[in-house]
Antibody, heavy 117, light 113 residues
Framework: DVQLLESGGGLAQPGGSLRLSCAAS????????MSWVRQAPGKGLEWVSS????????ENADSLKGRFIISRDNSKNMLYLQMNSLRTEDTALYYC??????????WGRGTLVTVSS | DVVMTQSPLSLPVTLGQPASISCRSS???????????LNWFQQRPGQSPRLLIY???YRDSGVPDRFSGSASGTDFTLKISRVEAEDVAVYYC??????????FGQGTKVEIK
């Protein structure tokens, strides 16, 4: 079975940094692009960032203004999101998502990021 | 970016009755390969989103056949033929045709009357 297990969330101060991780298993990691999607408390879903299967091409939502960096380690089946210059509006549940059949076909349980002073 | 607009945002339904959710895209979702990458997700309370339907009308594995999707131009519809208690959830449409800049609709909350 496909499993995506996020970690690294927690409390951060405005202007601070956090690094999220996602451990993938149950599929050939190098065959799939991966993404991060977030959901602010009580709000809808927002695509954050994506990375192609070999990690050479990445794309971020314009709203992030270059503050987040997505990466992957195919030797470890790991996906990462480096979050810098955090703002209170970045408070959300961050989901690790597999891209399959042109859609988000598998989701993790999410890791909660809270940005507050 | 492509804007996805759902309606209604709240949908009270009676058990056993049909339900319908609409989603409109601001641009064509026909990709260069001729396929239309419009997806529907279900998010039950306290759970992660789950893929229900991809490419307009293909049900994901394990999705009951009471769920169906259709399209007319830039208008897309998710239908539940007979609502069951387990269908209480928020439903999101999402376009993938303009990937990797995926965009979601605002979500439609389905609740039992």
């Amino acid at each position: 079975d496909v499993q995506l297990l996020e970690s690294g969330g927690g409390l951060a101060q405005p202007g601070g940094s956090l690094r999220l991780s996602c451990a993938a298993s149950g599929f050939t990691f190098t065959d799939f692009a991966m993404s991060w999607v977030r959901q602010a408390p009580g709000k809808g879903l927002e695509w954050v960032s994506s990375i192609y299967d070999h990690g050479t091409v990445t794309e971020n939502a314009d709203s992030l203004k270059g503050r987040f960096i997505i990466s992957r380690d195919n030797s470890k089946n790991m996906l990462y999101l480096q979050m810098n210059s955090l703002r209170t509006e970045d408070t959300a549940l961050y989901y690790c998502v597999r891209v399959g059949n042109g859609t988000f076909d598998h989701w993790g349980r999410g890791t909660l990021v809270t940005v507050s002073s | 970016d492509v804007v996805m607009t759902q309606s209604p945002l709240s949908l009270p339904v009676t058990l056993g009755q049909p339900a319908s959710i609409s989603c409109r895209s601001s641009q064509s979702l026909v990709y260069s390969d001729g396929k239309t990458y419009l997806n529907w997700f279900q998010q039950r309370p306290g759970q992660s989103p789950r893929l229900l339907i991809y490419r307009v009308s293909y049900r994901d594995s394990g999705v009951p056949d009471r769920f169906s999707g259709s399209a007319s131009g830039t208008d897309f519809t998710l239908k539940i033929s007979r609502v069951e208690a387990e269908d209480v959830a928020v439903y999101y449409c999402m376009q993938g045709s303009h990937w990797p800049r995926w965009t979601f609709g605002q979500g439609t909350k389905v609740e039992i009357k």
